[in-house]
């Protein structure tokens, strides 16, 4: 009977896509795989002496298979479009977007964690044996079912290239765990039954920039047509090689449930550029037709309706009072059609005399100002600080009567 292991709630990618590393996360409590290497004896008594002789007869080591199948979408019909998903990527980004676009199945029954990219689960089968068939396991029947998920925030990687990092967009990332107790190092991992739809592809290791393995030496040979695959298992460390292995759809297949997911080339993502620059060239003209429209009609307002004694506008339509007084006396400045809550100087005689706020429709008023004592004309200036709007204002100042 299969059986099952608890779905991971929160699982490093380091930790879950290779298990090689012996070591993986469940619920929080790290766990670790060991292997064990036996020895079998065989016992003889002597009947005449009664001495008991205990022979080495041979010793078996337990190896890991572990098995994550992905079923391509139908963006990915061969191998060179398999190889383009890698193309000018580290290996870990390669990974996950292989991952992405041929999304991990299961076996029926063995459901994906929810709100992961993942394929339909189906019915297929493997099968492992040892050196001259000594031992073997299966998948249905001997197989660990070991569920997970991976999240772009997990490695720091936008792996849909929508610009973002998110803990929100996760793929599938369970997989099977076989073992064998074989006496030889020699073991050959075959799909006995594939998908329905689909055939072998594409056989894959986890990077070594991911985790500190030697999975990819342990591969002897593979043949695509019949699915089989020959490790060595001499040199392995630890005992245990994940493999990723990638169905592709048959030629009478036309798609999958799941929806293909293409990465940008270079060359799509200028064409994007370009047509963003030539949309903000164009909203660019309009704003500076529109700001030239309003200057002009503000500007008639303003000589129209509102210059008071000589007041010279250079702002569409910010508008001072313009009074006038005799030496000495004080007066109050008022203003209206400023930009709303900004910063407003007074300038007189190249000085700022004060600093003034507009309200939320663009008033203002100033204290009583001090009118010089030497008559004439003079000019006041009231800037606008982040509206840019000037007004001069002229006031004639004349001798007490």
């Known amino acids: 009977m299969k059986k099952t292991k608890s779905t991971w709630s929160s699982i490093v990618f380091s930790m879950l896509l290779i298990a090689s590393l012996g070591v993986v996360s469940s619920g929080g409590v790290a766990f670790a795989q060991t292997n064990t290497t036996g020895t079998t004896t065989a016992t003889t008594t002597d009947n005449t002496t009664g001495t008991t002789t205990s022979n080495t007869t041979g010793t078996t080591t337990m190896n890991h298979i572990m098995v994550m199948k992905h079923l391509c979408n139908y963006n990915v019909k061969s191998v060179t479009d398999f190889e383009n998903l890698e193309v000018n990527r580290d290996p870990i980004s390669a990974l996950a977007n292989t991952v992405l676009n041929c999304p991990t199945t299961g ?8 709100d992961t990219v993942s394929s339909p689960r189906m019915n297929y089968e493997f099968k492992i044996t040892g050196e001259n068939g000594t031992a073997s396991s299966t998948m249905s029947q001997d197989g660990m079912f070991m569920p997970g998920k991976l999240c772009e925030s997990d490695i720091n990687k936008d792996v849909d290239g929508n610009g973002s990092v998110a803990s929100s967009t996760c793929l599938d990332i369970s997989h099977y765990d076989m073992h064998i107790n074989a006496s ?30 030697n999975d990819s030496a342990t591969l002897v040979g593979a043949s695509t047509t019949g699915g089989i695959i020959n490790l060595d298992m001499a040199t392995d460390t630890d005992k245990m090689v994940m493999l990723h292995i990638y169905n592709f759809l048959d030629a009478t297949s036309t798609g999958t449930t799941t929806p293909p997911v293409i990465q940008p080339t270079n060359q799509a993502i200028m064409e994007v550029i370009k047509s963003i620059q030539a949309t903000l060239v164009m909203l660019q003209t309009q704003l500076q037709t529109l700001i030239n429209q309003l200057t002009t009609n503000g500007n008639n307002n303003g000589n129209n309706g509102g210059n008071n004694g000589g007041n ?34 007074m300038i007189f005689d190249g000085n700022v005399v004060m600093t003034l706020d507009s309200d939320k429709e663009g008033n203002w008023h100033t204290p009583s100002v001090r009118m010089p004592i030497i008559p004439g004309q003079k000019t006041y200036t009231f800037k606008g600080l982040s509206s840019g709007a000037e007004v001069n204002v002229n006031v004639q100042v004349t001798q007490i009567p």
């Open 107 to 114: 076996l029926v029954g063995d459901n994906a964690v929810a």
């Open 184 to 213: 030889s190092s020699l073991i050959t991992v075959a799909e006995t039954i594939n998908p329905t739809g689909y055939h072998f592809g594409a056989l894959r290791f986890t990077p070594n920039s991911l985790s500190s393995n």
């Open 312 to 345: 010279v506008f250079t702002n569409a339509s910010a508008h001072v009072a313009s009074p006038t007084t005799v030496i000495g006396d004080t007066n109050d400045f008022a203003g209206d059609h400023f930009q709303p809550y900004e910063k407003v100087s």
